[in-house]
T-cell receptor, first 113, second 115 residues
Framework: KNQVEQSPQSLIILEGKNCTLQCNYTVSPFSNLRWYKQDTGRGPVSLTIMTFSENTKSNGRYTATLDADTKQSSLHITASQLSDSASYICVVSRSGGYQKVTFGIGTKLQVIP | ETGVTQSPTHLIKTRGQQVTLRCSSQSGHNTVSWYQQALGQGPQFIFQYYREEENGRGNFPPRFSGLQFPNYSSELNVNALELDDSALYLC??????????????FGPGTRLTVL
């Protein structure tokens, strides 16, 4: 079964601190993995996208890593800001045909002053 | 802003009613996908349209149907609403059919509440 599991489910950190969110998947055959940021009640916004051959990608203070062998990805947030408070969703796509995407349930991050 | 808009923002319906949700994609994006996101869950794929034809469907019953129009707008129709249909409905557009690498641009969503 194609699944995407994220951990932790929720996280509270102090402003300025770093954090790392995890994503494990069993989706096959693998096409690409995306990390999205979703503010409460809003649509997801893409942060990074990685294919099989890419093992790291950065977008400002966000750095995603991918280990396609172990089927694990992480999203590292550096020097967190209050505006980073949101849900972070890992999305894995399968190869072939129309977009076959599996979403994780997300990690809810709260950054406090 | 992603350039994808949805209407209405919020909607309240009662069981058994029908609802139509609307999405306006980015110009030039021929593919639109619809997702259902229950509270505290990740989005679940409903279906995808490419050039006005449905070309993929998730595990949703036939009372969920859609339309895509040449002007890059689309609709999600849900008949015989059930309480469990209460969710945030997201549309996402992308510029290609299979779009395996192509990014999906999400709209802000429509919050549907079924009483």
């Amino acid at each position: 079964k194609n699944q995407v599991e994220q951990s932790p489910q929720s996280l509270i950190i102090l402003e300025g601190k770093n954090c790392t969110l995890q994503c494990n998947y069993t989706v096959s055959p693998f096409s690409n993995l995306r990390w999205y940021k979703q503010d409460t009640g809003r649509g997801p916004v893409s942060l990074t996208i990685m294919t099989f051959s890419e093992n790291t990608k950065s977008n400002g203070r966000y750095t995603a890593t991918l280990d396609a062998d172990t089927k694990q990805s992480s999203l590292h947030i550096t020097a967190s800001q209050l505006s980073d408070s949101a849900s972070y969703i890992c999305v894995v796509s399968r190869s072939g045909g129309y977009q076959k995407v599996t979403f994780g349930i997300g990690t809810k991050l709260q950054v406090i002053p | 802003e992603t350039g994808v808009t949805q209407s209405p923002t919020h909607l309240i319906k009662t069981r058994g009613q029908q609802v139509t949700l609307r999405c306006s994609s980015q110009s030039g994006h021929n593919t639109v996908s619809w997702y259902q996101q229950a509270l505290g869950q990740g989005p679940q794929f409903i279906f995808q349209y490419y050039r006005e034809e449905e070309n993929g469907r998730g595990n949703f019953p036939p009372r969920f149907s859609g339309l895509q129009f040449p002007n890059y707008s689309s609709e999600l129709n849900v008949n015989a609403l059930e309480l469990d249909d209460s969710a945030l409905y997201l549309c996402a557009s992308s510029p290609a059919a299979s779009g395996e690498y192509n990014e999906q641009f999400f709209g802000p969503g429509t919050r549907l509440t079924v009483l």
